[in-house]
C-alpha cells in the first residue's frame, strides 16, 4: 500500500523532490489520508467490500474503472478508476444458479439457450464496451460467452423484469439469459459513463454458499 501512494505521489521510482518543492511537503507528523475504496455509505455485502478493496486498495484492477456483481444480493457496485463508488443498482441476473458458463453457450444465443445454461458466471474479468448483433452499446464481460452488462430491454411481458428489478427482494432478479441488466437510467447515467470509454474490469461474485449448519458456519468459495 505504501508504494501505491508513494507512486500516486510521485516519489517513487527514485526521483527526486527539488528543494523548493520540499519546503512545501507537510512536517512528517502531518496526516495523510490512505487510499481507499469508498463505498459512499451504500449498503453492501461483506464479500463485495473485500472484492472492492482488493480491486483498488490492492491495485488489482490495475489503475482501471471497475464493477462488483453481487450475485447474492443481485446488485450492481460501479467504481471509477479512483476508488469512488459511482452508483450501485439492483441487477437481473442468469435464470439458473452456477458460477461456470457450459462450452459454447455464446454461439446459442440466437438459436436459444436453454434454461439450465442461464448462468451468470463468477471470476474476474477485463471487459471492454462495444456494440452488440443488434449495434447497442453493451460492456463486454465475456465476449466468446456472449456475457455483458447491458440495460434492460423490451421483452415479453410474462417475464415482469421491470417489476423484478423494482422488487426489494434479490429472490426474484433470476431471469437473464446469463448477462447483468440494469435499468436503462442506471446504464446510461452510471454504467456507459464509468465503463464504457475503454478497459475495466468486472468482478462477479460466486454464488451463496451452502446455509451454515448447527454450531458451524456457511461455507462458500470467495
Not at 114 to 133: E, F, K, V, W
Amino acid at each position: 500500500m505504501a508504494a501505491v501512494i508513494a507512486a500516486t505521489l510521485g516519489m517513487a521510482g527514485g526521483v527526486r523532490a527539488e528543494p523548493a518543492l520540499q519546503q512545501q511537503m507537510p512536517p512528517p507528523s502531518a496526516h495523510i489520508a490512505p487510499l481507499a475504496v469508498d463505498f459512499h455509505g451504500e449498503a453492501a455485502s461483506p464479500e463485495a467490500r473485500a472484492v472492492a478493496r482488493a480491486a483498488f486498495e490492492g491495485f488489482d484492477a490495475k489503475g482501471r474503472p471497475f464493477a462488483v456483481v453481487d450475485k447474492k444480493e443481485a446488485k450492481l457496485f460501479v467504481f471509477n478508476a479512483d476508488g469512488q463508488l459511482v452508483g450501485a443498482a439492483p441487477a437481473l441476473l442468469g435464470l439458473a444458479r452456477g458460477d461456470t458458463v457450459a462450452p459454447g453457450v455464446g454461439q446459442m444465443v440466437s438459436t436459444g439457450i436453454p434454461p439450465s445454461l442461464r448462468t451468470t458466471p463468477s471470476g474476474r474479468y477485463d471487459s471492454q464496451p462495444g456494440p452488440n448483433l443488434k449495434g447497442e452499446t453493451v460492456i463486454w464481460v465475456d465476449y466468446d460467452a456472449a456475457f455483458a452488462i447491458h440495460r434492460l430491454r423490451p421483452s415479453p411481458a410474462y417475464e415482469r423484469r421491470a417489476e423484478r428489478l423494482a422488487s426489494p427482494s434479490p429472490d426474484d432478479n433470476r431471469i437473464s439469459l446469463g448477462c447483468v441488466v440494469v435499468a436503462g437510467d442506471f446504464f446510461d447515467r452510471v454504467v456507459a459513463p464509468v465503463l464504457g470509454h475503454g478497459p475495466g474490469v468486472v468482478y462477479v461474485l460466486p454464488e451463496p454458499g451452502p446455509a451454515a449448519v448447527a454450531q458451524g458456519t456457511a461455507t462458500g468459495r470467495l
